[in-house]
């Protein structure tokens, strides 16, 4: 079985700062690991993805990720957060055979404020 | 990446009835799947729906309530039967277009059902 945890379920932070969005995983195997976000009525959006390669990837906005393998952590980051930033963000796990499925965590609602 | 639209985009429906989701994608696709989002929950899988096969559905949801179609690469539907004010959820279909398992989905905005 596969599962996400993201142990916050709201992060407030002010624009200009560092946000923090955490993300644990669990799965029996390598993991394929990926960040999403939603804004208000709309679906969801890819960020990034970690597959193989270098634990630190880089993906849309100005976001970040780490693997910590030993730590079953995906944490993503942004050194400035911006007021647009606020929204859900989902931490989503597979193991990546064809057809396998996206597990999600229960998501991440994140405040900038101005 | 992939394009996808869904119609309809918001709908309400009286209990008892049935509403039928339609899932366009602009490529051909083979993995496309069928997501539901509870009011303030995350995404659940309902199923996974592949051209020329039978929808797999996950542990907690049934054919008879949920019945897919995906009659080529690029369209597929799902099926609300029997609406019961708890089916109230946005329905979400997305698609990963290499077909390998382990690269991004792609979603569609959504379609958000209120069942009074």
């Known amino acids: 079985a596969q599962s996400v945890a993201q142990p916050e379920d709201q992060v407030n932070v002010a624009e200009g700062n560092p946000l923090t969005v955490k993300c644990t995983y669990s799965?029996?195997?390598?993991?394929?690991l990926f960040w999403y976000v939603q804004y208000p009525n709309r679906g969801l959006q890819f960020l990034l993805k970690?597959?193989?390669?270098?634990?630190l990837v880089k993906g849309s906005y100005g976001f970040e990720a780490e693997f910590n393998k030993s730590q079953t952590s995906f944490h993503l980051k942004k050194p400035s957060a911006l007021v647009s930033d606020s929204a859900l963000y989902f931490c989503a796990v597979t193991l990546g055979a064809a057809g396998n499925k996206l597990t999600f965590g229960g998501g991440t609602r994140v405040l900038v404020k101005p | 990446s992939a394009v996808i639209s869904q119609k309809p985009s918001r709908d309400i429906c009286q209990r008892g009835t049935s509403l039928t989701i339609q899932c366009q994608v602009d490529s051909q696709v083979t993995m496309m799947f069928w997501y539901r989002q509870q009011p303030g929950q995350s995404l659940t899988l309902i199923a996974t729906a592949n051209q020329g096969s039978e929808a797999t559905y996950e542990s907690g949801f049934v054919i008879d309530k949920f019945p897919i179609s995906r009659p080529n690469l690029t369209f597929s539907t799902l099926t609300v039967s029997n609406m019961s004010p708890e089916d109230s959820s946005i329905y979400l279909c997305?698609?990963?277009?290499?077909?390998?398992?382990?690269?991004?989905?792609?979603f569609g905005p959504g379609t958000r059902l209120t069942v009074l």
């Open positions: 997305s698609v990963e277009p290499t077909g390998m398992g382990y690269n991004e989905q792609f």
């Open positions: 970690y597959i193989t390669g270098d634990n």
């Open positions: 799965v029996s195997g390598n993991p394929y």
